[in-house]
């Protein structure tokens, strides 16, 4: 256990579906990461979130919608999404922002059919 | 554009052989090299680098950064079967002070018993 967890850990959904992936940690962290892993390709990073303010945004569509209401908990919120989305997502916190000793959760495996 | 590459992409070995694993970067304000071991899904941290020849050691693993030529190496002795992993290699920099981790493909380790 990393002390980050996410849920669920499995989610298939369709297309027109509306979603949302949940981050937690309790690790005391100010920072926190969605990242994106595509079969054979590397971690993509896609949001980082330092006290609550979104501070990098990776060029990511806006069917995904990063929301941090406190330092504990990350939610992506997903919605009319493409197969191609489909992917491991995983959250990550790290002490401070700029700080790249980051820890994972153990992500949320997304299926969009 | 910031990159990591890791070699090789994929190793088989058997149980009580060394292995090396390799990685290399081009990253705009580097700040740290981080090795992760992704068994299933949460990487999990193995050692962050940010000092030139300093040798990182936890057990049968360790790690050493060369910041001039701008690699890293990850040594496994005595491999075991539980050694088979993912390896990701990550680093810390780019141009924004985020946090953020540039992430290579990984290396594939299969330990034969």
């Known amino acids: 256990e990393t002390g980050v967890t996410q849920t669920p850990r499995h989610l298939v959904m369709g297309m027109t579906n509306k979603k949302s992936l949940k981050c937690e940690q309790h690790?005391?962290?100010?920072?926190m990461y969605w990242y994106k892993q595509s079969a054979k390709k590397p971690l993509e990073l896609m949001f980082v979130?330092?006290?609550?303010?979104?501070?990098e945004n990776n060029s990511v569509p806006s069917r995904f919608s990063p929301e941090c209401p406190n330092s504990s908990h990350l939610f992506l919120h997903l919605h009319t999404l493409q197969p191609e989305d489909s992917a491991l997502y995983l959250c990550?916190?790290?002490?401070?922002?700029?700080?790249?000793?980051?820890?994972f959760g153990q992500g949320t495996r997304l299926t969009v059919v | 554009e910031d990159k990591v590459v890791q070699s090789p992409l994929s190793l088989v070995v058997h149980e009580g052989d060394t292995v090396t694993l390799n990685c290399s970067y081009e990253?705009?304000?580097?700040?740290?090299l981080l090795w992760y071991k992704q068994e299933k899904k949460a990487p999990t941290f193995l050692f962050m680098l940010?000092?030139?020849?300093i040798e990182k050691k936890s057990g049968r693993l360790s790690s050493i950064l060369d910041k001039k030529e701008l690699f890293s190496i990850l040594n496994i002795t005595a491999t075991q079967t539980g050694d088979s992993a993912v390896y990701l290699c990550?680093?810390?920099?780019?141009?924004?002070?985020?946090?953020?981790?540039?992430f290579g493909q990984g290396t594939t380790l299969q330990v034969k018993p």
């Open positions: 990550a916190s790290s002490l401070y922002r700029g700080d790249t000793e980051a820890f």
């Open positions: 690790l005391g962290h100010n920072a």
């Open positions: 979130y330092s006290l609550e303010e979104r501070v």
């Open positions: 990253v705009t304000n580097f700040r740290s």
């Open positions: 940010t000092s030139s020849g």
């Open positions: 990550a680093v810390g920099g780019g141009s924004s002070n985020t946090g953020k981790l540039i």
